[in-house]
């Protein structure tokens, strides 16, 4: 298995901008995640879905986010305008439910996540 | 979920036992205790999880005290490429739909 797919790996855009971040989670996860890394503030989680449901957005920063995940394999993260604050790292991971076969059922696989910088 | 605290950061050399210590004095009764590791540049990695007593891996092993107010996570014989962020999390198994991350232990090898 490939992992946790993130694309693109570094995005370089200017205030104002629209800014979409992509996800393909481990084949037969059903649930995803989307967290943000700064040094300031550490690894703060999102949003989650399970079964490309969204189950809890309260981590989402302000409206200017919004994430979809419209089938199993795939999800966005956008930021619409983008401003330099949002400046980060920005990662997905997935998780398999009951029967996945992962050892544990909570067991979280982050992908490379995407370098973001806004100027 | 239940806060942990760790050390902001230790120093060690290579080939020797490093012992991470994580308080958790709030764990509830469900909760499991779960290490997860950093690398520079990448996303964090499970290393190991336990409930209590002590769970081996091929990686690291994980000694809960029976109070299971902390865990220790201790890494045998490190070598340079052990240097990392280490984060210790605490919440409940399988229902832990969030994954609460600390400020986590970096952990710096030197020759």
């Known amino acids: 298995d490939a992992g946790v797919i993130q694309s693109p790996r570094h995005e370089v855009t200017e205030m104002g901008q629209e800014v979409t971040l992509r996800c393909k989670p481990i084949s037969g996860h059903n649930s995803l995640f989307w967290y943000r890394q700064t040094m300031m503030r550490g690894l703060e989680l999102l949003i989650y879905?399970?079964?490309?449901?969204?189950?809890?957005d309260s981590g989402m920063p302000e409206d200017r986010f919004s994430a979809k995940m419209p089938n199993a394999s795939f999800s966005t993260l956008k930021i619409q305008p983008s401003e330099p604050r949002d400046s980060a790292v920005y990662f997905c991971?997935?998780?398999?439910?009951?029967?996945?076969?992962?050892?544990?059922?909570?067991?979280?696989?982050f992908g490379p996540g995407t370098r973001l910088t806004v100027l | 979920l239940a806060k942990t605290t760790q050390p902001i950061s230790m120093d060690s050399y290579e080939g020797q036992e490093v012992n991470i210590t994580c308080s958790h004095n709030?764990?509830?009764?469900?909760?499991?205790i779960t290490w997860y590791q950093q690398f520079p540049s990448q996303g964090p990695r499970f290393i190991i999880q336990g409930y209590k007593t002590k769970v081996t891996n091929e990686v690291a092993s994980l000694f809960i005290p029976a109070d299971r107010k902390s865990s220790t996570l201790s890494l045998p014989r490190v070598s340079l490429s052990d240097t990392a962020v280490y984060y210790c999390l605490v919440g409940e198994r399988g229902a832990t739909n969030k994954l609460i991350f600390g400020t986590g232990t970096l952990l710096a090898v030197q020759p």
């Open positions: 991971a997935s998780r398999g439910g009951r029967g996945s076969g992962v050892p544990s059922t909570d067991t979280q696989y």
């Open positions: 709030n764990i509830a009764t469900n909760d499991y």
């Open positions: 879905f399970n079964n490309n449901v969204p189950i809890d």
